[in-house]
């Protein structure tokens, strides 16, 4: 099968005849307007319209014939300056009908390009699946053999780009255009006046430009152009601005015969391009509930490589030991009756080190959004005109129970799980949920006020907690010095003043907690983590290459220039 010739039509104010009433109708009649056409809709006036069709009906006014296609239709509804013919016909019915076999052939004949749903062999064009930005457009087909997987490889390309390259494309254009429109206005400035007589004359009035030297000129500026294009990396071309733009044809404006780079400064610096796409930059991160295993690759690697990291206080140890020593580190200084105080100092040397073009890690405890001011510290930084990325944490509220052998959920026990503070703004206390018995209730930073907190569960005016639901303090999860109680809420209270506190730590509810383990007595304590060590022991009893490639890989070192790590990466993975 011969391959397909791809071209881009221009259709503003081509007639395309959508057959058919199906949801892919509205999507042809929307790609039809998206690209200047006049659609109009064939389908009988007993079509059950889809509702995105009928919006798009009432939207823009498309004209819809309400009855069955008629072979006049091809003929009698196009344009008038190519007689009446339509330009392009979508059969939206299938191809499996006589009718759209019948279309199909019709179309043949007259030379209308035809496309017929889930029927290749009845098309004579097939829609790409494009990606747009601005003058760029990038199509990709399968020739009718997969549609799904033609958007699959389209999506694939277009997150490698650069998300302002279209905007390069048109700025890169306009200097192509005005360079052309530049050199004919030189051509004609080196051409006799009839009345030159009268005029003043210049110093170099009577140097000899021949044509050969416009042409070399010329030559020289699309050559230039031509290279950058093809050899810049994308993300330098799309730091392009329109200052950028100016100054090259104003540097052509004063010497139009002169290289763009000849002895003195290029006319676009890479180094000054590059500089800004190295602005500075905030990542909001979750460091997980504390042990180091539990971080993501994400944030493991925004760890290597960030420039400051602002971290939280109660950020495990064994996690800060990550970060490269190169790498500053501050710890945010939140005590009572400081938290906000606190929370300004790391927002000041946040956009202090961004405005030096520095990558700026905000390390949190947990998940950057669950209970961890992440969404009031992107607004922050985006007021400041900083858009942060945010990279997920596992939060100790869904891992702290695994750990301590609860499911938070279980057949026939709980089907739902509610996460809570146990306290509120500037210390308030929150109004405790009522009681389910098929559901779990996880409270965070509850255990600084956990008598309140239990008398408020126990004695609600409805829907109150018996005191015999059984419950659990998690604290320092999956750290060494993991503890867990497990209890009930009766004797809870007694139980923390009993074994004292070890923060951070939560508090979970709910009958799951004797689903694994239950406790005979009024409370139980268990000390000690050991649920990753199954990890190290696989570790141990490997053939030494993870060791091998944990040693290769340094901080800030990049697998993929070394073709050793490259291999021990592809005989570990």
């Known amino acids: 099968m011969a391959p397909a010739l791809l071209t881009a039509v221009d259709s503003?104010?081509?007639?395309?005849?959508?057959?058919?009433?199906?949801?892919?109708?509205?999507?042809?009649?929307?790609?039809?307007?998206?690209?200047?056409a006049v659609p109009i809709l064939v389908?009988?006036?007993?079509?059950?319209?889809?509702?995105?069709?009928?919006?798009?009906?009432?939207?823009?006014?498309?004209?819809?014939?309400k009855r069955d296609f008629q072979e006049e239709d091809l003929r009698t509804l196009g344009r008038e300056e190519v007689d009446r013919f339509v330009d392009a016909v979508f059969v939206t019915t299938g191809g499996k009908s006589s009718l759209a076999v019948h279309i199909s052939t019709l179309c043949r004949k007259l030379r209308i390009p035809v496309n017929v749903a889930d029927a290749p062999n009845l098309c004579t064009f097939t829609l790409l699946s494009t990606h747009n930005s601005g003058p760029l457009q990038i199509g990709v087909t399968t020739s009718g053999k997969g549609c799904k997987l033609a958007s699959r490889i389209r999506r694939?390309?277009?997150?490698?780009?650069?998300?302002?390259?279209?905007?390069?494309?048109?700025?890169?254009?306009?200097?192509?255009r005005r360079i052309w429109e530049q050199d004919h206005a030189t051509e004609a400035a080196t051409e006799p006046e009839e009345d030159d007589e009268a005029a003043g004359q210049s110093a170099a009035f009577n140097k000899l430009v021949t044509p050969s030297d416009i042409e070399a000129a010329k030559a020289r500026r699309m050559r230039w152009l031509a290279q950058i294009c093809e050899?810049?990396?994308?993300?330098?071309?799309?730091?392009?601005?329109?200052?950028?733009?100016?100054?090259?044809?104003?540097?052509?404006?004063?010497?139009?015969?002169?290289?763009?780079?000849?002895?003195g400064k290029p006319l676009l610096n890479p180094t000054v391009?590059?500089?800004?796409?190295?602005?500075?930059?905030?990542?909001?991160a979750g460091s997980g509930p504390g042990h180091p295993d539990l971080l993501t690759t994400a944030t493991l690697k925004a760890i290597r490589s960030a420039d400051l990291i602002l971290a939280d206080k109660l950020v495990p140890a064994a996690v800060l030991e990550l970060v490269p020593r190169r790498t500053p580190v501050q710890i945010a200084r939140k005590f009572p009756g400081n938290a906000d105080a606190a929370q300004e100092e790391l927002h000041r040397l946040g956009l202090a080190a961004m405005k030096e073009g520095k990558t700026v890690l905000r390390l949190k405890q947990g998940d950057p959004y669950l209970y961890g001011r992440g969404a009031e510290e992107v607004a922050f930084f985006r007021e400041h005109g900083y858009e942060a990325t945010v990279l997920p944490g596992i939060t100790s509220s869904l891992a702290a129970p695994l750990f301590a052998r609860i499911p938070v959920t279980h057949r026939?026990?709980?089907?739902?799980?509610?996460?809570?503070?146990?306290?509120?703004r500037k210390g308030a206390s929150p109004d405790p949920p009522a009681f389910l018995s098929n559901q779990t209730v996880v409270f965070l930073m509850a255990l600084h006020r956990l008598q309140d907190l239990v008398t408020s569960l126990t004695e609600r005016k409805t829907s109150p907690y018996p005191p015999s639901t059984p419950c659990a303090v998690i604290e320092r999860a999956s750290c060494p010095d993991q503890r867990v109680v497990r209890t009930t809420l009766e004797y809870v209270n007694a139980a923390v003043e009993e074994e004292g506190s070890r923060p951070p730590g939560l508090l979970v509810v709910g009958a799951v907690c004797d689903v694994?383990?239950?406790?005979?007595?009024?409370?139980?304590?268990?000390?000690?983590?050991?649920?990753?060590?199954?990890?190290?022991?696989?570790?141990?009893?490997?053939?030494?290459?993870?060791?091998?490639?944990?040693?290769?890989?340094?901080?800030?070192?990049?697998?993929?220039?070394?073709?050793?790590?490259?291999?021990?990466?592809?005989?570990?993975?």
């Open 273 to 284: 391009l590059d500089a800004r796409r190295n602005t500075g930059r905030i990542i909001l």
């Open 43 to 65: 389908a009988p006036e007993t079509a059950n319209l889809h509702y995105g069709l009928a919006k798009r009906m009432e939207e823009h006014s498309i004209q819809w014939l």
């Open 156 to 176: 694939e390309i277009a997150s490698a780009l650069p998300s302002d390259l279209g905007i390069a494309v048109d700025r890169l254009g306009a200097v192509r």
């Open 231 to 263: 050899y810049w990396p994308l993300r330098r071309l799309a730091a392009i601005t329109d200052e950028d733009v100016d100054g090259i044809l104003e540097a052509y404006k004063h010497d139009s015969t002169a290289a763009p780079s000849a002895e």
């Open 412 to 424: 026939s026990v709980s089907d739902q799980v509610l996460i809570c503070t146990g306290t509120g």
């Open 12 to 36: 503003t104010s081509h007639v395309h005849l959508v057959i058919g009433s199906s949801p892919l109708a509205g999507a042809r009649i929307s790609k039809a307007l998206e690209v200047g």
């Open 516 to 573: 694994l383990q239950k406790s005979p007595h009024k409370w139980v304590v268990e000390d000690g983590f050991q649920g990753l060590d199954v990890l190290d022991h696989l570790s141990e009893g490997g053939n030494g290459l993870d060791v091998l490639r944990e040693q290769l890989v340094t901080p800030g070192l990049e697998e993929e220039g070394d073709p050793l790590i490259r291999a021990v990466h592809a005989v570990t993975v």
